[in-house]
């Protein structure tokens, strides 16, 4: 077993990897990006083009976070708990979301493809960025940035405590009052931290409207469209912004709210962090404007709707898609509203709660279209590729991914001799998976969709099964994730670190399960185009011998 010298020596050899991480994700997001516009034949299409821009979006969203740094400054009471208090740890939890974010938009901005036509279609106005800025919305931001400084600058005149252990003073026989409790840093250092992040946020986001507006036209698109595309890009880097200008205030706010812990106090609460999940909110509602020939059911102007737009059973799966964003939701209110419930001490059973739910709305998805637009009559017909190769791919990774963060894990707390925490993770996948098998079986035996469209009834099986699929890829990254956060302990034994490492939560475990929840996340956000462009290509239809049966009755 290596000594304490070789573990300081592994941490050292480490760094160089360290630093090269942002370069290896922005490359990876690059290739990902690039892949995401591509159309079949190799050009660029308007769904790709619009699927693209969404990309962007919810990967920037994902990268937006504060949610590490949001105890910076803080000096907790406990020895063994990590302070955020150096410049180091402040600074590089502040660096990853605003630089990250900032550096998503830029990337999905160099990623369109060039012109590819032998002539080239050139514009002779200059564009600049307010031509496509949406004005309410950036002095809207432009608000939630003046109010974020203006916390910040209140932070720095505070001063900073001494955590004090906790006790109870006695003020009648029958009554104490708790005292103690953390410390804090002077404010002006951390507002110091606060104010650069801003700064760099602020003159970022200029930069990258600059970029916005100044990048090439898509052949794809005419000149309309693409201004109509530059503002999209605007309209959700600017709402991204400004959820991260609000999590600098609610930082600051979280700070500002600690009281002295020498001072006997009964509580105390952050009012900025109510602004903050306000500017949230309000920045999912103020969607961007909409690619008009990108839209489901439209072709461009002077194209007809196509018939398969406008059949019930096509409406259903649309609506049954916007049923799945809210099904998660379920947990989540039992955790919070139902006493007793240890939702949100287990994540992991969370986790296997929400994916469950979403199975539940697709099967019952299935039994609706089966009992309400499935005909006795009409063939059932199964696509010949019901999942595409990428997503496919994705979840046999995860899958493996989960089996070896499970197996490593149980392997470390049998040696650490601790209860193990594994178990409750893969029995919760395992019921997950199980329960998988319900919508499979109801896309599968459900009546067959009348022909009014070719192909209709197969696409519409392919799609559900596109859905559970998708289910259990994203639930199986996010309980690998979270099993490398809350099991963390277990890796430096199985590796042989030293045992003065073994009683710690140890730090890459950590940040790679955060990794794994994040793209757990984004793979279960991805729309069904996302994977499946090419249309499936049903099997000859086939009379299936229950519906015959059926028929000559």
């Not at 299409?45 to 994902?62: C, D, E």
């Not at 106005?125 to 400084?149: E, Q, Y």
């Not at 952050?270 to 990108?294: D, F, I, Q, R, Y």
Request: charged share 10%; net charge positive.
């Amino acid at each position: 077993m290596p000594d304490a010298n070789g573990f300081e020596l592994a941490f050292q050899n480490l760094a160089p990897m360290v630093l090269l991480w942002p370069f290896l994700l922005a490359a990876g997001l690059y290739v990902l990006l690039r892949w995401v516009i591509s159309a079949p034949d190799g050009g660029t299409s308007r769904v790709t083009v619009a699927q693209h821009a969404l990309w962007v979006g919810v990967i920037g969203w994902l990268g937006s976070s504060l949610q590490p740094a949001s105890n910076a400054g803080i000096l907790p009471v406990n020895a063994g708990t990590a302070a955020l208090a150096s410049p180091g740890a402040i600074l590089t939890a502040l660096a990853w979301p605003i630089l990250g974010c900032l550096g998503i938009h830029a990337i999905g901005q160099l990623s369109y493809p060039g012109p590819r036509r032998p002539r080239r279609r050139a514009t002779l106005g200059v564009r600049r960025v307010r031509d496509f800025l949406p004005h309410p919305l950036a002095w809207t931001v432009a608000a939630i940035f003046v109010a974020a400084a203006v916390q910040i600058a209140w932070t720095a005149t505070l001063p900073g405590y001494a955590p004090v252990p906790y006790a109870t003073l006695d003020v009648h026989p029958q009554d104490g009052i708790r005292a103690g409790g953390d410390g804090r840093i002077p404010g002006a250092e951390l507002a110091g931290y606060l104010g650069a992040g801003l700064v760099v946020l602020t003159i970022g986001t200029g930069l990258v409207l600059m970029l916005i507006a100044k990048r090439r036209q898509l052949e794809a698109l005419d000149a309309d469209e693409n201004d109509v595309l530059r503002t999209i890009a605007m309209n959700r880097l600017l709402r991204t912004v400004a959820t991260i200008a609000a999590g600098l205030a609610a930082i600051a706010g979280n700070f500002a709210a600690r009281p002295d812990p020498s001072v006997p106090a009964n509580g105390w609460f952050n009012p900025m962090g109510l602004v903050s999940l306000a500017v949230l909110l309000a920045m999912w509602w103020w969607a961007p404007p909409k690619l008009v020939s990108a839209h489901v059911g439209h072709k461009g102007p002077g194209h007809p709707i196509p018939a398969a737009g406008t059949q019930p059973a096509t409406r259903l799966s649309v609506s049954l898609g916007a049923a799945l964003g809210l099904a998660p939701v379920i947990p989540a209110l039992a955790g919070l509203f139902i006493p007793g419930t240890p939702l949100w001490g287990q994540p992991t059973v969370f986790t296997a709660l929400a994916a469950a739910a979403v199975l539940a709305v697709i099967a019952a998805g299935e039994l609706l279209m089966h009992r309400n637009h499935g005909s006795p009559s009409a063939p059932r017909t199964w696509p010949r590729q019901p999942v595409s190769p990428a997503l496919l791919t994705t979840a046999i990774v995860t899958l493996f991914v989960f089996a070896a963060v499970a197996a490593v894990t149980a392997t470390g707390e049998a040696m650490l001799a601790v209860q193990p925490s594994w178990t409750t993770t893969a029995l919760g996948t395992a019921a997950v998976v199980i329960l998988s098998a319900l919508p499979l079986a109801a896309a599968r035996k459900r009546r067959g969709i009348p022909a009014v469209v070719p192909g209709l009834d197969a696409a519409l099986r392919a799609i559900t099964v596109h859905r559970v699929v998708r289910t259990l890829a994203a639930c199986f990254a996010v309980q690998a994730g979270v099993l490398l956060i809350t099991a963390s302990r277990a890796w430096p034994p199985v590796l042989g670190l030293p045992e003065a490492a073994w009683p710690a939560f140890w730090q890459p475990p950590v940040t790679v399960g955060a990794l794994a929840v994040a793209a757990g996340v984004a793979i279960a956000v991805i729309p069904v185009r996302g994977f499946a462009r090419t249309p499936a290509s049903p099997r000859q239809p086939q009379a299936d011998p229950t519906n015959q049966a059926e028929a000559l009755k």
